[in-house]
């Protein structure tokens, strides 16, 4: 985008890619989305997706591949053991990282749970700059302890910080040396952190954090699920990445951090997971899990035609006008919500538009789940379906009591290569709406509350019956209008 200027209109990010394969939407009548979003518990996760006009529940495996990978997927080696699919991978996976031992998983919570597996012991601690659902549900399960290192910068939700995700470096010798170097399972750095609002980590903090384990030798862990987003703000953001590479980028960080592992169905525009190292100890260490959790070690889970599509698409993700257009895209909802007066987490990062429901909402409480209650009210609102990064997706507490988010933020994930300029546009028009009609969001309480991972399949109820009002100020504003 950046190198075309429009005449005389306002800039927009022009995809740099046509659609070939399409899949017919429906949006459904107020009234009727209505009754959907209660059928599902209130929960976004419950809905059909038939039922959904915009799913921007997540990123993950939802992403438009390209002709290449669908060529690509044609010529899978469907064989158990030493599959040429596999080979491709690891020939794909040399050439983004450089490096040589690769290990496969069906998806990244299950790479997570082979590094939990293989490395956290009970009473010890894993050190990262901010936690993920999963990677810490297997950490915590296996009677180890998640420790965030976040600079405080990374938590203010309206900043014009470029790299909201850095690490306290300070904080982070200090807390090796309290707990112990052999007491630290591994330091994990998340790029492009998730539960924050997918904001970048730069190179200058990613390369530092590294050097310390290694001055500690302690074990350094790279998350590189949203590598692809973080990789395009170091470029445009980070004046010592400017006349670097993507493929530099990603080399120089394979070189420094002692493992890697990420979510095809994120970095790749495919499915599986991967982790690998320069370090042959390291793969070794963890390979004995593979075979077990997994699959055999050359597909680990995975299914061969996702493998080929993801050898394709991690070449992919070095090319800048493929990876400018998810982070394009949500700069520009993030911005039209923005001017609209919308608290939307600034800068806009990769993954999403995320909004900040503690403004959005001040009326609800936490323990009434201000940013739930908003993904409810927006698919009512438009159909489009989000999800809720705050409060309802924290673990409670041991003693059970709730474990209050840090931000209360409701995710409007944005696929890469899948939707249009005019449906972003649809998406904030709606958004807008919802935000003059605030007051009118009232709060969730539990109906059946999981103990792990609540979020995914909880169900909520609504408390009094603001979402029939909801629903009938959007009729009377509307009138014949989906
Ligand atoms: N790490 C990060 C940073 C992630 O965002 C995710 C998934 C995972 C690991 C786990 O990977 O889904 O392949 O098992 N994030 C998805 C999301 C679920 O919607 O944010 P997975």
Redesign the pocket.
Known sequence: MSKVKFYKEEQIPLEMHKVRVVQKLTLLPVEERLKKIQEAGNNTFLLQNKDVYMDM?????VNAMSDQQVASMGIADDSYAGSETFNRVKAAIFEVFGTENVLPAH????A?NILAEAYVRPGMVALMNFH?T??KAHITRLGGEVVELIQKKGLVPQSDEPFKGDMDLDALKATIEKYGPENVAFVRV?A?T?LIGGQPVSLENMLAVADICHDYGVKSVL?A??LQDNVYFMKTREAQCKFMTTKQIYHLLADKMDIIYF????LGFSRG?IITSHNPKYTNEMMEYIPLYEGFLTYGGMEVRAMEAMAVGLVESLDMEYISQGPEFINYLVNELDKYGVPMIKPAGG?GAHINCSEFVPHIPHDQYPAAAVATAIYIASGVRG?ERGTLSEQREADGTERFAELELMRL?MPRRVFTLSQVKYCADRIKWLYDNRELIGGLKWVEEPKVLRFFFGRLGEIGYWQEELAKKFREDFGESL
């Open positions: 529940l997540t990123d993950s495996g998806q990244g919570r299950a997570e993920f999963t990677t998340e492009g998730n998350d699920s949203l979510s095809g169905r994120k997971g993954l999800m994930a």
